[in-house]
């Protein structure tokens, strides 16, 4: 099954500019750790140590949030991930 993941410029400095990633995985979970095993530079800007999703990366599946399953969301052959950085301030 293949997966393909946008890839948010903050992280392109990490994929040599590649704007998008084919990945295999039948979660979101799975389909990260493919995408971070591609790009080693990229899991410690998705994941804390643990493995969870850090909380101020939020994805999107084919444009809809998968909130509140997240990394465990079913994908599907030809499904699209999007990895968007929430941004706060004051």
């Given at each position: 099954?293949?997966?393909?993941?946008?890839?948010?410029?903050l992280l392109?400095?990490?994929?040599?500019?590649?704007?998008?990633?084919?990945?295999?995985?039948?979660?979101?979970?799975?389909?990260?750790?493919s995408?971070?095993?591609q790009?080693p530079?990229?899991?410690?800007?998705?994941?804390?140590?643990?493995?969870?999703?850090?909380?101020y990366?939020e994805?999107?599946?084919n444009?809809?949030t998968?909130?509140?399953?997240?990394l465990?969301?079913?994908?599907?052959?030809?499904?699209?991930?999007?990895i968007?950085?929430?941004?706060?301030g004051?």
């Amino acid at each position: 099954m293949s997966v393909r993941i946008e890839i948010p410029p903050l992280l392109r400095h990490h994929t040599n500019g590649v704007i998008t990633a084919e990945v295999k995985g039948s979660t979101v979970g799975e389909c990260l750790n493919s995408f971070a095993k591609q790009y080693p530079g990229t899991r410690k800007r998705l994941f804390d140590k643990n493995g969870k999703l850090l909380r101020y990366v939020e994805i999107y599946v084919n444009g809809e949030t998968s909130y509140p399953k997240e990394l465990a969301r079913q994908v599907n052959d030809g499904d699209e991930i999007s990895i968007v950085y929430l941004i706060s301030g004051g």
